[in-house]
C-alpha cells in the first residue's frame, strides 16, 4: 500500500470521526434512529490491508467512539463486529486475485454490490451495537426496531456520502 493512500485513510479516519463525534451524536429521531456514518471508513479500506489490521483498525476506531460516547466497549464491540461480517463477505462474493480496485468503493465495486455489502456490514454492527447497549432482552421488540431504523438511516447516510464523494471508474 503506497503512503498517499495510507494519508488518504488517516485523513479520512478522522473526518468521519471528527462528523460522528461533534455533528451526528446529537442527531436522534424519537429516539428510534441514529446514524452512525463513522462506519464507512470501515466499510471502504482498502482490500488489501491484512486481516490482523484490519481488527485492530476496528478496535482502535471502536475504542475512539467508546471513549468519546462514554459506552463500555460497545462500539468496540460492533466495529470488530463489523469487521468480520466484512471479512467473510469479500472473501465469498470476491476473487481477491482478480481485483483491480484499490477499495470497495461505490464507484469502483458498483451500486448493487455496495449496497449489499454495506447492509450486511452495517446490519451486524447494529444489531451488536444496541443489544450490548441495551443489555436485556425482555425489550426485544423495541431493540430491534431502534435497530434497523438505525440501520436504514445509516446506510442512506453512507449511500449518500458515497454517492456524494466517490470518484467515478473511468470507462
Not at 469479500?90 to 448493487?112: H, Q, V, Y
Request: hydrophobic content about 55%; proline content about 3%; some cysteine.
Amino acid at each position: 500500500m503506497n503512503s498517499k493512500l495510507v494519508f488518504y485513510n488517516i485523513i479520512r479516519w478522522f473526518l468521519l470521526l471528527f462528523v460522528q463525534i461533534f455533528l451526528l451524536r446529537n442527531v436522534i429521531f424519537y429516539n428510534l434512529s441514529t446514524p452512525f456514518l463513522y462506519v464507512l471508513f470501515l466499510l471502504v479500506l482498502p482490500f488489501g490491508i491484512p486481516n490482523f489490521l484490519l481488527y485492530l483498525i476496528a478496535f482502535g476506531t471502536g475504542l475512539t467512539l467508546d471513549a468519546f460516547y462514554d459506552t463500555l466497549g460497545v462500539h468496540t464491540s460492533a466495529c470488530v463486529a463489523l469487521m468480520y461480517v466484512r471479512i467473510a463477505f469479500i472473501n465469498l462474493s470476491l476473487n481477491r486475485d482478480s481485483i483491480d480496485e484499490p477499495e470497495p468503493s461505490l464507484g469502483n465495486m458498483g451500486f448493487k454490490w455496495f449496497t449489499l455489502y454495506a447492509t450486511l456490514c452495517i446490519f451486524a454492527h447494529h444489531i451488536i451495537l444496541f443489544f450490548l447497549e441495551a443489555f436485556k432482552l425482555n425489550e426485544f421488540i423495541y431493540t430491534l426496531t431502534r435497530a434497523l431504523l438505525s440501520m436504514v438511516f445509516t446506510l442512506f447516510t453512507v449511500l449518500l456520502t458515497e454517492f456524494i464523494f466517490h470518484n467515478r471508474k473511468s470507462a
